[in-house]
């Protein structure tokens, strides 16, 4: 036999130096190996020998389905296929990969052929998980948007597909539900390795490198986790971070229509990004200053509305020497506005750093004083 032409070409790839050089044992273990790593890829699954194929052809829902599972004769037949490829792992490749064996072009081709029956069933079988089918339960109008949900959802998706997963979603972010993607992707990152999120955050630069539309950004800096932003290319990271400077150096907002009438893009900055900002302290300068002595009323209440909680956040443990002296200054000119500020964020948290920081000026002000909760 002419096994070369009896076999799919990704097989006869597999083994072709090994069984050309006559090193049969060998060719039969290349062949095992791609028979282990077709079952990974196509499951998701990172295990091996027979736990590998209990996990993808065993159980009440295999991962691989080589029939309907309808009948009784079709349900012996995946349990036949599941044990018959445990076989070859306990009765083929593990005694050649632990002994010496001379097997003949005879032994190979009868194995190596076998395999390749097997592999061609693989092929044909359907997968419980298919993505695209999955990625319809994450647009779905009636997603639950809770951390709950969001981790049964991610817990189905198989730890090799994870990442596909995710960039699926990024390149078809303008067709997509954003609070249900908000939501599954920072429970799907959670479970990421960082060799992963490095992979994802190519793509998320890649999408960003040229990019001018507001939209574009938006939905970057809503759906994907603040915390990672510095996985962000560095080049692609300035630019982001100066088109959104600019963005919230013009932010104004209109309380009287609750509305925006520049800045829309600071809007979606999160503390978590600004934390990670390269420079900080600019961003700071920036918006104190305007709140210390600007006269625009609109921009000062952009500031406030969007910013002045996340500038408490990022400045909780160390305070930035700009809102420093805009505090200290403010509580000595007994400026009711920022008194009514620090009072606010610290009456609430007995141990909260500004207590100490704020001590000497704070003297002057008794009726700060924290606020036991009411249950």
Known sequence: MD?????????????????????????????MHLLTDT???????????????????????????????????????????QELIRGLYTAIRNPRSHERYNDTKADADSIIHFIGYLLKIIDKSKMSFESSTFLQRVYDQNYVHTEQYSNLLVNEVPKRQRTDIVISIILERQNVPLKN????????????????????????????????????????????????WNELDTSVKIRMEHILFKNVEMGRYNASVDS?????????????????????SEWMSMMIIELKYGEDKEKIAYIEKFFWDKICKINYDNVDRWLLAYIKEGLESRDEKIVNKLKNEIQCTENHPWWKTFEKELKDFPEIQYLDPPF
């Open 181 to 228: 993607v908000r939501y599954f992707l920072r429970a799907l990152f959670n479970k990421l390795e960082r060799s992963e999120i490095s992979q994802v955050y190519k793509v998320i630069s890649e999408q960003l490198k040229y990019t001018n539309e507001n939209e574009d950004i938006i939905t970057m800096l809503y759906t994907i986790p603040g915390e990672y």
């Open 3 to 31: 096994l070369r032409n009896n076999i799919e070409p990704d097989l006869w790839e597999a083994i072709e130096q090994n069984y050309q050089n006559e090193s049969y044992a060998s060719s039969i273990l290349d062949a």
């Open 39 to 81: 079952i990974r890829n196509k499951t998701g699954l990172e295990g091996d020998g027979a736990s590998l194929i209990g996990q993808a052809f065993g159980g009440d829902i295999p991962k691989l389905q080589i029939n309907k599972l309808q009948t009784e004769s079709e349900k012996n037949v995946q349990k036949g296929i």
């Open 260 to 280: 925006c009438t520049d800045g829309d893009l600071g809007n979606w900055i999160e503390s978590e990004h600004l934390m990670n900002f390269d420079n900080i």
